[in-house]
Nanobody, 120 residues
Framework: QLQLVESGGGLVQPGGSLRLSCTAS????????IGWFRQAPGKEREGVSC????????NYADSVKGRFTISRNNAKNTVYLQMNDLKPEDTATYYC?????????????WGQGTQLTVSS
């Protein structure tokens, strides 16, 4: 059964950087587009970024373009989200899931998420 596990969240000051990791147990991520999503309190979950199986295609939400970079290492069965120049509005629980690149729609199952708080 596919189970995705997110890690790397924490408390960061505005302007800081952090890298999130997404791994899977019992499943190879290499054959799936994988995306990052986030949900802030009181808001709907939104797509942040999505990457193709080879890493050759990516998509980003306008709000993170130029600041976030998605990448993957299929040999390590891991997808990363490098986040730079973090802003308080980036505060949310971040999830990874399989995704459709064009729409950045995520698909079940969802992991437990990892919390990012951007605050001084």
């Amino acid at each position: 059964q596919l189970q995705l596990v997110e890690s790397g969240g924490g408390l960061v000051q505005p302007g800081g950087s952090l890298r999130l990791s997404c791994t899977a147990s019992g499943f190879s991520l290499a054959y799936s587009n994988i995306g990052w999503f986030r949900q802030a309190p009181g808001k709907e979950r939104e797509g942040v970024s999505c990457i193709s199986t080879s890493g050759g295609s990516t998509n980003y939400a306008d709000s993170v373009k130029g600041r976030f970079t998605i990448s993957r290492n299929n040999a390590k069965n891991t997808v990363y989200l490098q986040m730079n120049d973090l802003k308080p509005e980036d505060t949310a629980t971040y999830y990874c899931a399989t995704c459709t690149i064009a729409t950045m729609k995520g698909h079940n199952p969802w992991g437990q998420g990892t919390q990012l708080t951007v605050s001084s």
